[in-house]
């Protein structure tokens, strides 16, 4: 089984951005959209990004950002990538790949099967996939909800190439790990004590399951596994 690829996104301070990247996070992400408990000015993005430098990976989460500000962030906060979690079309993902040169991960919510049709239609002209739990409905926030949505109908894709998100936290992320074997891992409600606010605590926990859960190896497919989410 592949060592799956972690994002903890969210993340607003140095010393959270430290406690990951010690216990081996290999992206970080922070958010730019006003409306979010987690969100970051322009100017805090590029105090952190610089505290990141080279040592991971910087995703900047964005929900329908017009031109002028993708060209900010971009020649700015110089992220490595571009996570966008709006309403973004096909031909506008396209738009924002060609204008920012930087790569750029789509994410898509899901609820049932038939949303999976999506990673095709994105494919494309998306660097990276992110399957997201479809928010609740009268949801604020179109992720970082903290739910997840059946894991069990993942088995229908024949690839692994996309990063799991929505409701992983340090209960459940052996499920996600040995059940689902997604490329990556995309955590951020799952470790706070509050919506916005990070844990150390929670971080290392989820961590030492993760741990765990990569030295455990794959689980069977089976009914039982299947009925987690």
């Not at 010393?15 to 990951?20: A, E, R």
Request: a negative charge.
């Amino acid at each position: 089984m592949n060592r799956p690829h972690i994002k903890i996104c969210g993340l607003k301070t140095e010393g959270h951005i430290d406690t990951v990247l010690d216990r081996g996070g290999a992206e970080i992400g922070f958010v730019h959209f006003e409306k979010s408990p987690r969100h970051l000015s322009i100017e805090d993005m590029i105090r952190l990004r610089a505290h990141v430098g080279g040592r991971a990976l910087v995703t900047l989460v964005l929900v329908d950002a017009d031109d002028d500000l993708l060209k900010r962030l971009s020649a700015r906060v110089r992220p490595d990538v571009l996570q966008l979690h709006g309403s973004e079309s096909v031909a506008r993902v396209a738009e924002i790949s060609a204008l920012t040169g930087v790569t750029v991960m789509k994410a898509i919510p899901v609820a049932t099967g038939a949303d999976l049709t999506e990673i095709d239609r994105f494919r494309p002209v998306a660097d990276r996939i992110l399957l997201d739990a479809r928010a609740p409905k009268n949801a604020k926030l179109p992720g970082g909800n903290g739910v997840s949505f059946d894991w069990g109908i993942l088995d229908a894709l024949p690839e692994r190439d996309f990063i799991l998100s929505g409701g992983i936290n340090p209960s459940t992320v052996e499920m996600a790990v040995r059940r689902v074997q997604p490329y990556g891992l995309d955590i951020s409600s799952g470790v706070e004590v509050s919506p916005g606010v990070k844990d150390d605590g929670l971080i290392h926990h989820l961590f030492d399951a993760f741990e765990a859960a990569v030295d455990a190896g794959p689980l069977p497919q089976t009914i039982e596994a299947r009925r987690f989410a």
